[in-house]
């Protein structure tokens, strides 16, 4: 049973281009929304978190908007660089204390030069 | 050296055999996790711990024993490998306390792979 649906599967854009990877998630306990992003051969890292009490994060290039009625959010990446290039997850967790996170499948995305 | 880290990076074992793979962190972070990462699946949460000697189920925990005596180890025990279980492991462990944006900090995985 897939909590957290991610789309899509792969991307690839040019140098410059804006990709968005779309969310949905079930669960409306479901109170804090990070994306993590993974380079070949080593572990996710987080990239950005929100809140469902805000629409919208900003951190550098980086945007996450959020849509609590639609149980929606998406990852938007400004003047994408090759750099760029990685897997995406997105994740969704009720806090508890602690995150116990539930990933969506990954979305590599691919900058081209 | 700081941080977290997982032994071995890569493991071939065979079906039926016992294996260990480590994780160790020396931010004295109070919770710690394993996942597992699968083509299509993303990441599933195999396990976790609290503290030393306090441990949960995580999403996908059958075949899969995990111990925590010291706070800065988390060993996960597969008892009798399966071919299904070949798979990428990541170990992560963060800080804790309600409201608080408690990152998950990642190993750099241990790649298993069952004969």
């Known amino acids: 049973q897939q909590q957290v649906k991610q789309s899509p599967q792969s991307l690839i854009v040019q140098k410059g281009g804006i990709p968005i990877i779309n969310c949905a998630y079930e669960?409306?306990?479901?109170?804090?929304f990070p994306w993590y992003q993974q380079f070949p051969g080593k572990g996710p890292a987080l990239l950005i978190a929100?809140?469902?009490?805000?629409s919208e994060k900003k951190e550098g290039r980086f945007t996450i908007s959020f849509n609590k009625s639609a149980k929606q959010f998406s990852l938007h990446i400004m003047d994408s660089q090759p750099g760029d290039s990685a897997t995406y997850f997105c994740?969704?967790?009720?806090?508890?204390?602690?995150?116990?996170?539930?990933f969506g499948t990954g979305t590599r995305l691919l900058v081209s030069p | 050296d700081a941080g977290i880290t997982q032994s071995p990076r890569y493991k071939i074992t065979e079906t039926g055999r016992q294996v260990t793979l480590m994780c160790h962190q020396t931010?004295?972070?109070?919770?710690m996790f394993w996942y597992r990462q699968d083509l299509g699946h993303g990441l599933r949460l195999i396990y976790y711990?609290?503290?030393?000697?306090?441990?949960d189920k995580g999403e996908v925990p059958d075949g899969y024993v995990v111990s925590r005596s010291k706070t800065e180890n988390f060993p996960l025990t597969l008892e009798s490998a399966t071919r299904s279980q070949t798979s990428v492991y990541f170990c992560?462990?963060?800080?804790?306390?309600?409201?608080?944006?408690?990152?998950?900090?990642f190993g750099p995985g241990t790649r298993l792979t069952v004969t």
């Open positions: 994740a969704a967790s009720i806090d508890t204390g602690f995150q116990k996170l539930v």
């Open positions: 669960n409306t306990a479901f109170d804090y």
């Open positions: 929100i809140r469902p009490d805000v």
């Open positions: 931010w004295s972070h109070s919770y």
């Open positions: 992560a462990s963060s800080e804790s306390g309600v409201g608080n944006s408690y990152e998950q900090y």
């Open positions: 711990s609290a503290a030393a000697d306090i441990t």
